[in-house]
């Protein structure tokens, strides 16, 4: 994924700080906003590990952190559910007025009990996923039990949460008791996914089922097995974000791609800007591209590494169709390919551009039981592959305008 760090205003103004995720192959077809756990950061590699398979799918992806935490402004002792609830509304608003209205909210931990209340908040959120979300928000409070009697005496106190120290005041406490997302659930009428593992020793699995039962469908729950709080296993957040991108795709907006108008095999279509094109084979759809260094945005191959790709598949298949005929067991074929222009050997003017030829490295793997000759013999056959001989044939082709539009 690409990522730009961005920064933008809290209610306070208080500059929160954050980052941007978008998928690298395509423009985002949506926004999603993702919330941490409690006392966490934008960077924690389950957030990163999800926001990285959400891109996968097409969504791009703002993660922050919350005012006083990770490397954003403000003081965590002043902060409480609330402040959470109106940071992710900051964040909603910062993207539909820079980029994008978000139509997806995602919250690990107390993160998704805040995503819940942020979501009654914001028109534009049609989907909610909460990871490992409590049912009510002073679940943390027993995080901070031990000082609970010197926060109600002194107003604060200093408390270790996950090996790190945090000043709790007495209004933090006040806050979280005062919350109950019960009646958010039962009036909200968007799509929720609640996600949570059985085996969570921080927020047990009866969180999710009351926060199932309280909201009204579309409603979905998946079992995190095995899965600890934090998502720790790098398997277990990815299965999360390719579940919550598959989930999601049914209630935000995904533009479909349009049949281009065509009778011939392949068709091409390139707008105004750019060098992003779409390209259909038949059903097909690929997407060819520049590199960034020459005014593309790289979400593709390029032309040239298109073609190189049809050499390397046609190669394979033709090597295989040929083993498989003989009977001969060919377990893999890797065909690898370089393209360049080069001085023909012969050339008498080598320092004239116009002399340059197109040069087609290829290196072939072949994994399998195979003698010298079967191999000598599987290697004259690659070079014999219809695309090569199309490559070295003379080519003709035939341009004609068509004035249709």
């Known amino acids: 994924m690409a990522s730009t760090k961005i920064q933008f205003p809290n209610a306070l103004g208080e500059l929160l700080s954050a980052k941007l995720d978008v998928p690298v192959n395509q423009h985002p077809h949506t926004f999603a906003v993702f919330a941490h756990c409690f006392t966490c950061n934008k960077n924690l590699s389950a957030v990163r590990n999800i926001s990285r398979a959400l891109n996968q799918a097409g969504i791009a992806v703002l993660r922050f952190d919350f005012t ?3 490397e954003s402004e403000g003081e965590f002792a002043d902060t409480n559910f609330t402040s959470n609830v109106e940071d ?17 909210i995602v919250g690990h931990s107390l993160g998704g009990a805040a995503v819940i209340c942020a979501a009654d908040k914001v028109a534009s959120i049609k989907a909610i996923a909460t990871i490992g979300a409590p049912f009510a928000p002073n679940h943390v409070s027993h995080l901070i039990a031990t000082k609970a009697m010197e926060i109600e005496a002194a107003g604060e106190a200093e408390v270790v949460i996950g090996g790190r120290a945090f000043k709790v005041k007495k209004q933090f406490l006040e806050d979280i008791i005062a919350q109950s997302l019960t009646e958010k659930l039962r009036k909200m009428r968007k799509a929720i996914l609640v996600l949570h593992s059985p085996q969570d020793e921080i927020v047990e699995i009866e969180n999710a089922a009351k926060l199932y039962h309280a909201a009204f469908h ?3 729950f998946i079992s ?10 790098k398997a277990d957040s990815n299965y999360t974000g390719t579940v919550i991108a598959n989930w999601a795709s049914r209630y935000i907006t995904v533009s479909p791609k349009s049949m281009l108008d065509s009778d011939k095999q392949v068709a091409v279509r390139l707008g105004e800007k750019g060098f992003t ?4 084979v038949r059903h097909h759809h690929l997407t060819a591209d520049e590199p960034a260094s020459v005014g593309g945005n790289d979400f593709g191959p390029t032309p040239y590494e298109l073609v190189s790709a049809g050499l390397g598949a046609c190669t394979a298949m033709t090597i295989q169709m040929y083993a498989r005929r003989k009977k001969w067991l060919v377990e893999e074929v890797v065909v690898h390919i370089d393209h360049k222009k080069d001085h023909a050997e012969d050339c008498e003017h080598c320092d004239e551009t116009k002399n340059k030829i197109d040069v087609f490295d290829r290196t072939i793997e072949l994994k399998g039981d195979l003698s010298e000759e079967q191999i000598t013999r599987l290697m004259e056959i690659a070079d014999r592959c219809p695309v090569h001989r199309t490559l070295h044939e003379e080519v003709l082709v035939k341009t004609a305008l068509d004035d249709r539009s």
């Open 224 to 233: 995190l097995d095995g899965a600890d709080h934090l998502l720790s296993d």
């Open 277 to 280: 094109s779409e390209v259909m």
């Open 218 to 220: 579309p409603k979905s």
């Open 88 to 104: 992710l509304i900051a964040a909603c608003t910062f993207l539909a007025e820079q980029y994008q209205a978000p139509e997806l």
């Open 68 to 70: 006083g935490l990770g």
